[in-house]
């Protein structure tokens, strides 16, 4: 059995809670592609957990399903914090519902079932740290992302951080 690999980061659609539209800084998706095969091909990574919570998740799942094509042996995980973030996603990205729909199964983390809807966000990060080897992060702001990914550094998970911090 292969290792595995998640994604956590900013949300750069937004800023100050005012939605910026999806608008992904330049060479990010390469950049995440690249680090993405690496760990498939040096690192035996073989499952991705994938989110759809921001810009940055987003991209990066769509990354996911594009390697997918290349190495059709890995797998994708939709982890999700609430079950309506399955109805959810069809409403708020329907033009590209039949794009973002590839995946081998979807998780719904202990806990996730029974909160409020930012405590659930807590669940499904914690619940991403405790099992994943890897995470390729996008943290320019410090804030909750990058506290995850703080903590996944503390239990011994490789972080990979694509971006260069701002203050």
């Known amino acids: 059995m292969g290792k595995t ?33 690496n760990l498939i091909e040096n690192e035996d990574v073989d499952t991705f957990l994938v989110g759809e919570k921001g810009g940055y998740e987003i991209d990066a799942y769509d990354v996911v399903l594009d390697v997918q094509k290349e190495y059709p042996q890995i797998r994708i995980y939709l982890v999700i914090s609430q079950m309506t973030d399955l109805h959810e996603m069809g409403d708020i990205y329907r033009e590209n519902w039949t794009i973002r729909r590839g995946f081998d199964d979807f998780i719904l983390p202990p806990k996730c079932e029974l909160g409020y809807k930012r405590l659930c966000i807590v669940y499904r990060n914690r619940y991403i740290i405790e099992n994943t080897n890897f995470i390729i992060a996008y943290n320019k702001r410090e804030g909750k992302a990058y506290e995850f990914c703080k903590a996944a550094k503390g239990k011994g998970v490789k972080v990979i951080e694509l971006a260069e911090k701002q203050d």
């Open 5 to 37: 690999c998640a994604f956590l980061g900013n949300n750069y659609d937004k800023f100050l809670d005012i939605n910026l539209g999806h608008r992904t800084p330049p060479n990010l998706k390469a950049r995440i592609r690249e680090e993405v095969i």
